[in-house]
């Protein structure tokens, strides 16, 4: 996570710092699913490896517009958080690199997604 903040010189929210700390896999048990009236979901989110394998690879997300690739899901929707000092921690999510939902921080992301009803019937929290 420090490698991280460093190449991206900037300190990630406390919020995502220790979702980091505890998060090893980036494939989700259950997809993340946007609470109505939103839409949208996640079913991967990266670990500090891989975005800090994305960046060696020049694929770290949108560097122009200050967005951090933190997830997304297998049919093309991204994840992004915002590392500009103006609107650091908030996330966006977009479908064909356009803007669907945003919210202001990952634990409001958090609360306004939940576990695919499906996916918890095969794998319980």
């Keep these: 996570i420090e490698e991280l903040e460093r190449r991206l010189r900037v300190r990630l929210p ?3 710092r220790d979702f980091l700390a505890a998060h090893h896999d980036s494939l989700l048990e259950a997809p993340r699913n946007l609470v109505s009236p939103r839409s949208g ?18 694929r770290i997300g949108i560097p122009e517009k ?3 690739h933190i997830g997304g899901n297998l049919l093309g929707g991204y994840l992004y958080m915002s590392v500009d000092e103006r609107s650091l921690g908030e996330i966006r999510y977009m479908e064909s690199y356009i803007l669907r939902e945003k919210f202001a921080s990952f634990s409001e992301f958090l609360s306004e997604t939940q576990q695919d009803a499906a996916s918890q019937e095969t794998h319980p929290k």
């Design 14 to 16: 406390t919020d995502y």
């Design 41 to 58: 979901v996640v079913d991967t989110l990266l670990t500090a490896e891989d975005m800090l394998r994305n960046d060696d690879q020049d």
């Design 66 to 68: 200050c967005l951090l």
